[in-house]
């Protein structure tokens, strides 16, 4: 018993350990160099931000998006690299920024807040808020960099070529994962809900959830139409087909965690078993990691 409790331990520290870098890690000491790509004349993204080397790891995707009367990003990237967001957004606009949207909580969306001051309206759905506001870095007078404006089940900003749509359908990587819909583009930011072609992370401190994943993930699919590219979280850009794809592959993994627990199964067994072959081009980092915070989801 002693044994398990010490492996099961072990398990829940190896986790940690690649989670919580994804969220703080630190910017680097010597320059910080952000890549941009253009998609649209008024939407940029800006990259590095695929997790793994501390050299150029900067956070989430972050969108740039160019409206009459400023600009909006769409999160902030880890504390620190703040100047070399601005630096690249003043490389294709002379406009402010004027209005953040983080997607979600985690420090490597929302790590600079704070740098575009009090001026700047920042928008989140209201648990991202929430959660939040349980972190470090927005306590204290640092809570003014807080969302200002928040939603909870769909909320429309701007007009026309300016227009936003920002939705949440449920618990996904958090309980409060926005989606951003761009409609005269017709270009979707997921956030992390979907980061990657791996497992998700699905953050249990903060609401998430890998047994409600692919449930929310086709309230997405169902509910949004008339999109034809997807910024995911932290890879390069994706279309509607590979979002369909990361759906069934969260259900796969759900339903599997799930009956392997019911055979009472370990997770070491389940992860042996779950077959990840049938989704070429996805690896196999974090797929551990979600089939354990399901277990414990299913625990509880």
Not at 167 to 192: E, M, Q
Request: with cysteine; aromatic share 8%.
């Amino acid at each position: 018993m002693k044994r398990a409790m010490v492996l099961g331990l072990l398990l829940v520290v190896g986790m940690l350990s690649l989670v919580v870098p994804a969220y703080q890690q630190p910017a680097p000491a010597g320059p910080r160099v952000v890549d941009i790509e253009k998609l649209k004349d008024n939407l940029y993204v800006l990259t590095s931000s695929t997790p793994g080397n501390a050299a150029t790891f900067s956070g989430g995707n972050v969108a740039v998006f160019i409206t009459e009367s400023g600009v909006t990003l769409v999160d902030t990237k880890l504390a620190g690299w703040g100047q070399a967001v601005l630096d690249k957004v003043k490389s294709v606009t002379n406009k402010p920024v004027t209005r953040i949207i983080n997607t979600h909580t985690h420090g490597d969306h929302t790590g600079n807040n704070n740098f575009f001051g009090t001026s700047v309206e920042i928008v989140a759905q209201e648990n991202t808020k929430a959660n939040m506001a349980k972190m470090d870095a927005f306590k204290g007078d640092n809570s003014k960099f807080l969302p200002t404006k928040t939603y909870k089940d769909k909320l429309t900003i701007g007009s026309g070529k300016d227009r936003l749509d920002l939705y949440y359908f449920g618990a996904a990587h958090t309980s409060g994962d926005t989606f951003i819909v761009f409609p005269a583009l017709r270009i979707l930011h997921t956030g992390d809900a979907f980061a990657w072609k791996d497992a998700p992370l699905c953050d249990r401190n903060n609401g998430g959830s890998c047994i409600e994943f692919p449930r929310t993930l086709q309230k997405v699919i169902a509910g949004i139409k008339d999109i034809d590219a997807v910024i995911p979280g932290h890879s390069p850009m994706m279309t509607p087909k590979d979002l369909r794809e990361f759906q069934r592959f969260t259900a796969d993994l759900a339903s599997h965690a799930t009956n392997e627990m019911k055979a009472g199964r370990s997770v070491d067994e389940a992860y042996a078993s779950f077959k990840i072959d049938k989704y070429p081009g996805y690896k196999n980092e974090r797929v551990k990691g979600a089939i354990h915070a399901a277990y414990d989801e299913l625990k509880k």
